[in-house]
C-alpha cells in the first residue's frame, strides 16, 4: 500500500516541506509515479521517518542520519545516546539544584515581612564572595567587578544562583555578588577578580527594611541586633553583612528586605 505525501505528513505530524528534506538527506526514498510529480510512500518509509525524526530528538543531525545508517550505524547512535544521556543527567542535576534554590528562596520572601527585627540563629551555608563595589550610605562607587564575572553572573543560566551581599563597616559598606560554594562548583565558576571564601557559619540573623533609595543609615538599621547580641550572652566573631531578599513598592511605600548576618559564638565557649 502507497500513501500520498499529504497523508504522510499528517501520520508524522510534518511538513510536507519537511518530509521532502528528510528525502533529500536520503533518510527514505520514495518511488515516483506518472511524470514523476507524485512520491509514493510505503509503510517502510513511515517507519524510516520515525526513526530519523527519534534520532533527531536525540541530538544527530538530520544530514548526518543517512551516513550513520550505512556506515557505522551501532557504534555512532550509541555514542550520541552516552552524550545525549551525559547531558540530560547534567540538565537534571542542575535543575535539581535551582528547584532547591528557589524554594529556599520563596520561603525566605514568605517570611521576610514577618521576621521584621525579630531575631533567630541559623547556620549560613558557606559561599564565594565577588567583589562589586563599596558605598557610603546609598551613594555607590563604579562597580569594579571583571567583565569575566560579570558576564558570567548575568549569564541566564547562572542569575538564579547568586544573590547580591553587603559587609558593613559603621556606614561604610562592601557590596558582592555571593553564590552558595556548592551551587560555585556545579557551575564551575571562574574565580577572578577580589573574591573570597566565607566558611559556614552560625549566625545571629534579623530582617530589616532600608526604606527608600537615599534614606538607608547603615549603622542606626544594624544597630537593634548588636544590642540584642550584646545582651543575649554571644561573641561576634565576624563582620555585620546581609542579603537583599526583594526590593520593590507594596502598599505604596518603596521596601528594600535585607536579611543581616552576624557571626557568633556563644561566650562561655
Known amino acids: 500500500m502507497y500513501y500520498k505525501i499529504g ?8 511538513s510536507d516541506q519537511m518530509i521532502r528534506y528528510y528525502e533529500k538527506c536520503g533518510v527514505i526514498s520514495p518511488t515516483r509515479s506518472g511524470d514523476g510529480n507524485y512520491r509514493n510512500y510505503t509503510i517502510m518509509d513511515i517507519y524510516a521517518l520515525f526513526d ?6 536525540w541530538g544527530i543531525n538530520i544530514g548526518d542520519i543517512n551516513q550513520m545508517v550505512n556506515e557505522n550505524y551501532y557504534v555512532t ?9 551525559k547531558s540530560l543527567k547534567s540538565e537534571i542535576h542542575m535543575k535539581s539544584l535551582l528547584m532547591e534554590r528557589i524554594e529556599k528562596y520563596g520561603k525566605k520572601l514568605t517570611l521576610c515581612r514577618y521576621n521584621l527585627m525579630n531575631f533567630w540563629v541559623d547556620m549560613i551555608p558557606a559561599h564565594y564572595l565577588y567583589l562589586s563595589n563599596e558605598a557610603v550610605g546609598d551613594t555607590h562607587k563604579k562597580s569594579n ?12 543560566k547562572n542569575i538564579s544562583f547568586f544573590d547580591v551581599r553587603v559587609e558593613f563597616e559603621e556606614n561604610y559598606q562592601k557590596w558582592w555578588y555571593a553564590i552558595e560554594t556548592r551551587y560555585h562548583d556545579a557551575l564551575k565558576t571562574p574565580d577572578e577578580g577580589i573574591f573570597r571564601v566565607v566558611p559556614e557559619q552560625i549566625c545571629l540573623c534579623t530582617m530589616i527594611d532600608m ?30 553583612s546581609g542579603m537583599l531578599i526583594g526590593r520593590g513598592n507594596e502598599q505604596k511605600h518603596y521596601r528594600r528586605i535585607m536579611e543581616i548576618y552576624i557571626p557568633i559564638t556563644i561566650k562561655s565557649l
Open 7 to 14: 497523508e504522510v505528513s499528517k501520520m508524522t505530524n510534518l
Open 145 to 156: 567587578i571583571s567583565e569575566t564575572m560579570n558576564n558570567f553572573i548575568y549569564s541566564h
Open 77 to 85: 547512535l550509541n555514542e550520541n545516546i552516552q552524550k545525549l544521556y
Open 211 to 240: 526604606g527608600e533609595i537615599g534614606t538607608f543609615d547603615a549603622s542606626t538599621s544594624i544597630e537593634p541586633i548588636i544590642h540584642y547580641l550584646k545582651k543575649s550572652g554571644y561573641h561576634q566573631v565576624g563582620p555585620v
Open 52 to 57: 530519523a525524526m527519534r534520532y533527531k530528538e
